[in-house]
């Protein structure tokens, strides 16, 4: 049993806090007995995870230590700036607080920071000389780790058995893990592997995991420094959406993107997928090509912001075997936008990958460009998207499929295509994806109290659309017998007539009403019979005021 008890650790002051402030923790423990010696309380402070000659270690004594509950505040000096390596200042590293008795360690509480810029164009572009000033300094307090350690006390033998350790503190309700710990040392269980089982294990994961395993060990992070040689990389979305605050931040995104590249294999990459990846600039990613364009098959960058046109030129000139190219919404697609600028990308594209080409994906395209993209690679094609592609109609969608014998996916999000030419198409082409048929809007039906009874939402397959916005939408064609959309404002909107000159016409409302004789579970039944490719109920509580004015 251990006589002294961590009962809980406490960041004080300012969290992010400048990079040159002091540590200050508030400290709780308990000891069930009066100890003969001082507690040596130590902060480590982890300025590079290649080597330990950049741990930078403060020690402090607290004592007498006396039976029953102490609690006391730390405060250890930043670590010094001029010891920390330079690639090693931005970033993720470990803060490690550990308690030792007679120079036994006993328990030992680790934490994530992160440092940052506090500019937001220094996180996006860092200056060429770190400046200690802007630095944030953010410990990641939601989950420390808690390592316990047998060791000898006062007149008490050693429990040779177990330490554990635990996520939290005591009272926090997480989940203690039992491991069994030498009292003497601690086995690197990842030590009893082999470099080349390491690397093989390491490949199996995502880039936002590699990232993480960097700080596992030291062998770990000189396994994945010297590169993993990767030949497949995919950064979806789910990734820079939401950063996990143990891994990278979004402002980190840069910073991961070139990670991704230095994992990648020279002259050896077969597909790399990043849709969505802010940090992705064309000078990263003409860097990138360079590296691995040579045997590159597949290349995704729809919807990256930070790509532009110009970035094309890059990708014809270093990715000579493309069989898959997406390129949809991604940066400054002016050229595209314009009809003679776009059919001359086009051109270039297609007559670049002619004999390669099996799947594309190009949004604003022109009609001028989908014929080129039909006559030149169409009887190739198995794949291919034109989402926000207005000019895209009815005629024009026929045609094209007809040209593309071998075709099975065909991606007609937010075209001016109707709901009767999408099922036509999809006796023919496997996949077809628009956002005016049934089975690609999906309907949220909304119990309501008042008249003219229930309330439904359309949803499309990628954003909220009221139906009105749905290019190709067709009422009578879309909806269900018995469900019309009504004319009326919602609950909340000034109709047109009772509305200012200088008043601004309120926003879109996803909301339709119709009129339904009976109970939600019928309307939902209604709407399925009709092909909706999903159906839920909400209840809608609605409140009301009585004669006091009060709410009920």
Same mark, same amino acid.
């Given at each position: 049993? &251990?006589?002294?008890?961590?009962?809980?650790?406490?960041?004080?002051?300012?969290?992010?806090?400048?990079?040159?402030?002091?540590?200050?923790?508030?400290?709780?423990?308990?000891?069930?007995?009066?100890?003969?010696?001082?507690?040596?309380?130590?902060?480590?402070?982890?300025? &590079?995870?290649?080597?330990?000659?950049?741990?930078?270690?403060?020690?402090?004594?607290?004592? +007498?230590?006396?039976?029953?509950?102490?609690?006391?505040?730390?405060?250890?000096?930043?670590?010094?700036?001029?010891?920390?390596?330079?690639?090693?200042?931005?970033?993720?590293?470990?803060?490690?607080?550990?308690? *030792?008795?007679?120079?036994?360690?006993?328990?030992?509480?680790?934490?994530?920071?992160?440092?940052?810029?506090?500019?937001?164009?220094?996180?996006?572009?860092?200056?060429?000389?770190?400046?200690?000033?802007?630095?944030?300094?953010?410990?990641?307090?939601?989950?420390?780790?808690? %390592?316990?350690?047998?060791?000898?006390?006062?007149?008490?033998?050693?429990?040779?058995?177990?330490?554990?350790?635990?996520?939290?503190?005591?009272?926090?309700?997480?989940?203690?893990?039992?491991?069994?710990?030498?009292?003497?040392?601690?086995?690197?269980?990842?030590?009893?592997? $082999?470099?080349?089982?390491?690397?093989?294990?390491?490949?199996?994961?995502?880039?936002?995991?590699?990232?993480?395993?960097?700080?596992? $060990?030291?062998?770990?992070?000189?396994?994945?420094?010297?590169?993993?040689?990767?030949?497949?990389?995919?950064?979806?979305?789910?990734?820079?959406?939401?950063?996990?605050?143990?891994?990278?931040?979004?402002?980190?995104?840069?910073?991961?993107?070139?990670?991704?590249?230095?994992? *990648?294999? +020279?002259?050896?990459?077969?597909?790399?997928?990043?849709?969505?990846?802010?940090?992705?600039?064309?000078?990263?990613?003409?860097?990138?090509?360079?590296?691995?364009?040579?045997?590159?098959?597949?290349?995704?960058?729809?919807?990256?912001?930070?790509?532009?046109? &110009?970035?094309?030129?890059?990708?014809?000139?270093?990715?000579? @075997?493309?069989?898959?190219?997406?390129? /949809?919404?991604?940066?400054?697609? $002016?050229?595209?936008?314009?009809?003679?600028?776009?059919?001359?990308?086009? &051109?270039?594209?297609?007559?670049?990958?002619?004999?390669?080409?099996?799947?594309?994906?190009? $949004?604003?395209?022109?009609?001028?460009?989908?014929?080129?993209?039909?006559?030149?690679?169409?009887?190739?094609?198995?794949?291919?998207?034109?989402?926000?592609? =207005?000019?895209?109609?009815?005629? *024009?969608?026929?045609?094209?499929?007809?040209?593309?014998?071998?075709?099975?996916?065909?991606?007609?999000?937010?075209?001016?295509?109707?709901?009767? %030419?999408?099922? =036509?198409?999809?006796?023919?082409?496997?996949? @077809?994806?628009?956002?005016?048929?049934?089975?690609?809007?999906?309907?949220?039906?909304? /119990?309501?109290?008042?008249? +003219?009874?229930?309330?439904?939402?359309?949803?499309?397959?990628?954003?909220?659309?009221?139906?009105?916005?749905?290019?190709?939408? #067709?009422?009578?064609?879309?909806?269900?017998?018995?469900?019309?959309?009504?004319?009326?404002?919602?609950?909340?909107? %000034?109709?047109? /007539?009772?509305? #200012?000159?200088?008043?601004? +016409?309120?926003?879109?409302? %996803?909301?339709?009403?119709?009129?339904?004789?009976?109970?939600?579970?019928?309307?939902?039944?209604?709407?399925?019979?009709?092909?909706?490719?999903?159906?839920?109920?909400?209840?809608?509580? =609605?409140?009301?005021?009585?004669?006091?004015?009060?709410?009920?």
């Amino acid at each position: 049993m &251990s006589c002294v008890e961590l009962l809980d650790v406490k960041v004080l002051g300012d969290n992010p806090a400048p990079f040159n402030s002091p540590f200050l923790f508030d400290i709780s423990y308990e000891c069930i007995t009066d100890l003969q010696s001082d507690l040596e309380w130590k902060l480590t402070y982890v300025g &590079s995870a290649e080597s330990n000659d950049y741990d930078q270690v403060n020690e402090v004594l607290v004592g +007498p230590v006396e039976q029953g509950k102490s609690r006391f505040t730390l405060e250890i000096d930043p670590p010094q700036a001029d010891r920390i390596p330079k690639d090693d200042v931005l970033g993720v590293t470990i803060l490690l607080l550990t308690c *030792s008795y007679n120079r036994e360690e006993f328990v030992r509480v680790g934490y994530y920071v992160n440092n940052y810029y506090d500019a937001p164009e220094w996180r996006e572009a860092p200056p060429p000389q770190i400046d200690f000033s802007h630095i944030l300094r953010h410990i990641l307090t939601d989950a420390p780790r808690v %390592t316990r350690f047998p060791i000898k006390w006062d007149g008490v033998p050693i429990d040779g058995n177990a330490g554990s350790a635990t996520v939290g503190f005591p009272g926090d309700g997480m989940e203690t893990v039992q491991a069994a710990v030498d009292p003497v040392e601690l086995v690197d269980y990842g030590k009893l592997l $082999s470099v080349d089982i390491v690397r093989n294990v390491l490949r199996f994961l995502d880039l936002n995991e590699l990232a993480v395993c960097r700080r596992v $060990s030291r062998e770990w992070y000189a396994i994945i420094k010297d590169g993993l040689k990767l030949t497949a990389i995919e950064m979806d979305a789910g990734l820079y959406d939401g950063y996990s605050e143990l891994s990278v931040q979004r402002t980190d995104a840069a910073a991961l993107v070139q990670f991704a590249v230095d994992q *990648s294999a +020279p002259d050896a990459v077969q597909s790399i997928v990043a849709p969505f990846c802010p940090g992705l600039t064309d000078a990263v990613l003409s860097q990138w090509l360079h590296r691995s364009g040579k045997t590159l098959r597949r290349l995704d960058l729809g919807w990256c912001p930070d790509v532009s046109v &110009s970035s094309v030129n890059t990708i014809l000139e270093r990715c000579p @075997v493309l069989e898959d190219l997406r390129l /949809a919404c991604f940066g400054n697609q $002016s050229a595209m936008l314009n009809e003679q600028d776009g059919v001359q990308l086009v &051109s270039q594209i297609v007559s670049k990958y002619k004999d390669t080409l099996t799947g594309i994906q190009l $949004s604003d395209v022109s009609l001028a460009s989908l014929r080129l993209i039909a006559e030149t690679v169409g009887p190739r094609l198995r794949y291919a998207s034109f989402p926000y592609s =207005e000019h895209v109609n009815d005629a *024009s969608a026929v045609e094209f499929a007809k040209a593309c014998g071998r075709l099975e996916h065909l991606g007609l999000e937010f075209c001016d295509v109707t709901c009767g %030419t999408v099922r =036509e198409l999809r006796k023919t082409v496997r996949t @077809v994806r628009s956002s005016v048929t049934p089975e690609d809007i999906h309907v949220t039906i909304m /119990a309501a109290c008042e008249p +003219p009874g229930l309330r439904f939402r359309l949803i499309g397959w990628r954003e909220d659309l009221p139906a009105s916005e749905i290019m190709g939408f #067709d009422e009578d064609q879309l909806l269900p017998d018995g469900v019309k959309l009504l004319d009326e404002p919602a609950d909340d909107e %000034t109709p047109a /007539a009772d509305r #200012d000159a200088d008043q601004p +016409p309120p926003e879109a409302d %996803t909301e339709g009403r119709f009129i339904f004789e009976g109970d939600p579970q019928k309307a939902q039944q209604l709407f399925k019979s009709a092909g909706f490719g999903m159906v839920t109920i909400d209840t809608v509580t =609605e409140v009301e005021e009585d004669d006091d004015g009060e709410e009920s």
